[in-house]
């Protein structure tokens, strides 16, 4: 109820500063669907039909709920749909820097807030600082993978399709919550990098501190499965051969048994996409 109440001042408040109804028309207007234990930001809330919300008041909203004057968002992309809505997507951030995994959506019809939900953080408890260098980061993503060869390393196989616009990976400042939990209100420095081997083949986000020079946390970026497919073979016809999707190509393996089945080509090496 406590958060409620907070929200609801919010909301008040911000319409008081810009001459706009009294609170009381405001307080019955509000329909909050959904708390957060971890946040004085509510997961989602809409509005009566005649109590929407102008949608230049989006950043002021958020900032009325963070009782940290660091805090901020940053706009990622606004998108239409069928119902004549639009969809305003924010990350949040803190000292102009992006907070991971945070989200909130504003959707709006008419130029006026209908609803909006998400996660975001009213109070983070901010430690560490970005002391050690990128460089010293990256090298540090690179002992964690301990791939044979990255994609940025590769020859003429670059230009295969997925691969010819990645090059070598520049560091993300980014403030992490602790074990990349978005309901955590602990959040450090981290640098991220987006690592993509060729051998073994993987590709993952890598967070690491940017105080102690660590590994903190990892996201995969590549989700594979295996595909049933066929085969003209040179002496034994058609057959139903198991091949592996990458999402834009194909390959002469399979991750279904054991360690996975690879194919290699005349010369024993892998060089077959």
Same mark, same amino acid.
């Given at each position: !109820?406590?958060?409620?109440?907070?929200?609801?001042?919010?909301?008040?408040?911000?319409?008081?500063?810009?001459?706009?109804?009294?609170?009381?028309?405001?307080?019955?207007?509000?329909?909050?669907?959904?708390?957060?234990?971890? &946040?004085?930001?509510?997961?989602?809330?809409?509005?009566?039909?005649?109590?929407?919300?102008?949608?230049?008041? !989006?950043?002021?909203?958020?900032?009325?709920?963070?009782?940290?004057?660091?805090?901020?968002?940053?706009?990622?992309?606004?998108?239409?749909?069928?119902?004549?809505?639009?969809?305003?997507?924010?990350?949040? &951030?803190?000292?102009?820097?992006?907070?991971?995994?945070?989200?909130?959506?504003?959707?709006?019809?008419?130029?006026?807030?209908?609803?909006?939900?998400?996660? !975001?953080?009213?109070?983070?408890?901010?430690?560490?600082?970005?002391?050690? &260098?990128?460089?010293?980061?990256?090298?540090?993503?690179?002992?964690?993978?301990?791939?044979?060869?990255?994609?940025?390393?590769?020859?003429?196989?670059?230009?295969?399709?997925?691969?010819?616009?990645?090059?070598?990976?520049?560091?993300?400042?980014?403030?992490?919550?602790?074990?990349?939990?978005?309901?955590?209100?602990?959040?450090?420095?981290?640098?991220?990098?987006?690592?993509?081997?060729?051998?073994?083949?993987?590709?993952?986000?890598?967070?690491?501190?940017?105080?102690?020079?660590?590994?903190?946390?990892?996201?995969?970026?590549?989700?594979?499965?295996?595909?049933?497919?066929?085969?003209?073979?040179?002496?034994?016809?058609?057959?139903?051969?198991?091949?592996?999707?990458?999402?834009?190509?194909?390959?002469?393996?399979?991750?279904?048994?054991?360690?996975?089945?690879?194919?290699?080509?005349?010369?024993?090496?892998?060089?077959?996409?």
């Amino acid at each position: !109820m406590k958060k409620l109440i907070l929200f609801i001042l919010a909301i008040s408040i911000s319409f008081l500063s810009f001459g706009q109804q009294s609170n009381s028309t405001k307080l019955s207007g509000i329909k909050l669907e959904k708390e957060q234990d971890f &946040s004085n930001i509510p997961a989602y809330v809409s509005f009566f039909e005649d109590h929407f919300i102008d949608a230049s008041k !989006m950043e002021q909203i958020i900032s009325y709920l963070s009782k940290d004057k660091l805090i901020g968002i940053i706009h990622l992309d606004s998108a239409d749909d069928k119902l004549n809505m639009t969809h305003h997507r924010y990350q949040q &951030s803190y000292n102009n820097i992006p907070i991971e995994n945070t989200q909130y959506i504003f959707h709006t019809k008419n130029n006026k807030i209908e609803s909006m939900n998400g996660c !975001m953080l009213s109070q983070p408890d901010v430690s560490g600082s970005f002391s050690i &260098s990128e460089s010293t980061a990256f090298q540090a993503a690179l002992d964690y993978i301990k791939a044979e060869k990255y994609i940025f390393e590769l020859g003429p196989e670059k230009q295969l399709p997925g691969f010819a616009n990645y090059e070598v990976p520049e560091a993300i400042k980014v403030y992490l919550p602790e074990n990349g939990d978005p309901q955590s209100n602990k959040i450090r420095p981290a640098y991220k990098f987006d690592i993509y081997a060729w051998k073994p083949h993987s590709r993952q986000w890598i967070f690491v501190d940017a105080e102690t020079g660590k590994v903190v946390h990892t996201e995969n970026r590549l989700f594979q499965g295996d595909e049933e497919g066929i085969a003209h073979t040179a002496y034994s016809g058609v057959q139903a051969i198991t091949t592996h999707n990458f999402g834009n190509y194909y390959s002469l393996m399979e991750m279904s048994r054991g360690n996975g089945v690879y194919t290699y080509n005349c010369q024993m090496t892998d060089d077959y996409y």
